[in-house]
């Protein structure tokens, strides 16, 4: 339940979050809920407020495209390159996510428990483009700006 429950999390956190049953569904956006299956760890199930501090998740893609397209920035010195470099970061990103949203989803029972997890194609888009959106705007914004810390090649 671990593994599903940490892309289950990155889903919420990329904003499409996922269901435990049908007619179920846990989003930032809004959170509905029926009968879930009595499982420990559903009960930290979010509410349906989320609260000032629950709004800081969604912020971990963002952050995550930033680093990704600053590591790139100081990697490579080209439009061409950094452009090329992002748009494979951008595709592994949100390949590696649908096919984990893939894994942990599925039928677990006939009726309720027949949707499960978070939808591929939704993780895949939001990946793309709230860890891709600020990885392209930080690489290529860095080549703008005067005095931005270039890496030398040296070590």
């Given at each position: 339940i671990v593994p599903n429950a940490v892309v289950w999390a990155a889903a919420f956190a990329l904003?499409?979050?996922?269901?435990?049953?049908?007619?179920?569904?846990?989003a930032p956006g809004g959170v509905e809920l029926g009968l879930v299956p009595a499982l420990p760890p559903l009960g930290a199930l979010?509410?349906?407020?989320?609260?000032?501090?629950?709004?800081?998740?969604?912020?971990?893609?963002?952050?995550?495209g930033v680093l990704a397209?600053?590591?790139?920035?100081?990697?490579?010195s080209t439009t061409r390159d950094l452009a090329l470099c992002v748009a494979l970061?951008?595709?592994?990103?949100?390949?590696?996510?649908?096919?984990?949203?893939?894994?942990?989803?599925g039928p677990a029972g006939a009726g309720r428990l027949s949707a499960?997890?978070?939808?591929?194609?939704?993780?895949?888009?939001?990946?793309?483009?709230?860890?891709?959106?600020?990885?392209?705007?930080?690489?290529?914004?860095?080549?703008?700006?005067?005095g931005w810390p270039r890496w030398s090649g040296a070590g």
């Amino acid at each position: 339940i671990v593994p599903n429950a940490v892309v289950w999390a990155a889903a919420f956190a990329l904003g499409p979050g996922f269901a435990v049953g049908t007619g179920t569904s846990v989003a930032p956006g809004g959170v509905e809920l029926g009968l879930v299956p009595a499982l420990p760890p559903l009960g930290a199930l979010p509410a349906d407020d989320l609260g000032t501090l629950g709004w800081l998740v969604l912020a971990g893609p963002v952050v995550a495209g930033v680093l990704a397209g600053w590591v790139i920035r100081r990697r490579l010195s080209t439009t061409r390159d950094l452009a090329l470099c992002v748009a494979l970061t951008i595709c592994l990103a949100a390949v590696t996510m649908a096919v984990l949203a893939a894994l942990s989803g599925g039928p677990a029972g006939a009726g309720r428990l027949s949707a499960i997890g978070p939808l591929p194609w939704q993780v895949a888009v939001a990946t793309a483009g709230l860890v891709g959106g600020p990885a392209l705007i930080v690489s290529l914004l860095g080549r703008q700006l005067p005095g931005w810390p270039r890496w030398s090649g040296a070590g």
